[in-house]
């Protein structure tokens, strides 16, 4: 619920506790590692039966986890390693905190209770699987009644008294069933039709997060297409301007073959029919005017 509709909202009030960490030297490593260790001392609390000691020392566990990722950002060391390692050490911190609940529950209960603790650990797993699952097939499975913060807040509510920690548990089991049952159902109607293949996941996935450069592959196939098709237009273009050039040298009087030489050479319309037949008229009065001496008789 937190990490589906809260989201912005946590990260406007985690960003700049995560950046004042960043200034005094502390790193993600450091916290996902430091809550692993409180988290162990929250199942020992467990265990032995302090209850009431177990509940800051959960909370610390939950601070520790809360602000790794903002610390990451502000720091710049995000990276997929880092990823890697919170997600493997919260699976860590819920087993060792439920195992420490197990323990506590075979000391002080009689019966099959100790399967309850069990119970939650491996429908929280599931919840896990199809969100980790779903979003390897370019499918998103965010959201739910009991993330891991709820449940982490629950089971500190449980830890108030002894005799509310079994109801509590009991409750935490079905929260978290119906929010297993709820991103199944998501899941699968979001996954009809073909079947993906991991480019197109990934690319999903990228656009989904935000990472720059959404949709990479598909982008770069977009921009050679419009690349080829500049060069097909500019090839025709080029062309084309050669073709219209052409033409106007021949108007300027430049023939450009052989069949627009012949052209030019032969008249176009009757004025210049006319324009010969006057020509012609002209050269023979002038032979006539050449062949009379100055009296105008014939020269013999």
């Known amino acids: 619920m937190f990490d589906g509709r809260w989201r912005e909202a946590v990260d406007r009030t985690t960003g700049p506790v995560g950046r004042t960490l960043v200034r005094h030297g502390v790193t993600a490593d450091v916290l996902t590692g430091s809550g692993l260790v409180f988290a162990g001392a929250t199942a020992v609390a467990v265990a032995t039966g302090h209850l009431l000691l177990a509940v800051p020392l959960l909370a610390l566990t939950g601070f520790h986890d809360l602000f790794d990722g903002p610390v990451a950002k502000a720091g710049g060391t995000a990276s997929v390693r880092g990823a890697f390692f919170d997600s493997v050490s919260d699976r860590v911190a819920d087993i060792v ?20 603790p069990l119970a939650i650990l491996g429908v929280t797993f599931l919840v896990s699987y199809e969100r980790a699952k779903a979003e390897a097939l370019g499918l998103s499975a965010k959201g739910g009644l009991m993330e891991r913060a709820e449940r982490m807040i629950l089971l500190g509510v449980g830890f108030l008294a002894a005799w509310l920690l079994v109801p509590v548990l009991w409750v935490l089991l079905a929260l978290t069933a119906a929010t297993a049952i709820g991103r199944f159902v998501r899941v699968w109607n979001a996954a009809e039709g073909p079947a993906r293949t991991a ?3 990934r690319a999903s996935v990228r656009a989904e997060e935000g990472v720059a450069g959404i949709a990479a592959a598909s982008g770069d196939r977009t921009a050679r ?6 060069r097909v237009d500019s090839r025709w273009r080029a062309r084309r301007e050669g073709a219209t050039h052409a033409r106007a040298l021949g108007r300027a009087g430049e023939p450009v073959g052989r069949w627009r030489a012949r052209r030019q050479e032969a008249p176009a319309s009757r004025t210049g029919r006319a324009m010969r037949a006057r020509r012609v008229r002209e050269r023979q009065g002038a032979r006539a005017v050449r062949g009379t001496g100055p009296s105008g008789r014939r020269r013999i």
Request: glycine share 14%; hydrophobic share 50%.
């Open 97 to 116: 905190v439920m195992g420490g609940v197990a323990w506590y529950l075979v000391t002080r209960h009689e019966g099959h209770l100790v399967l309850l």
């Open 199 to 201: 480019a197109d996941a």
């Open 225 to 230: 297409s419009h690349w080829r098709q500049g």
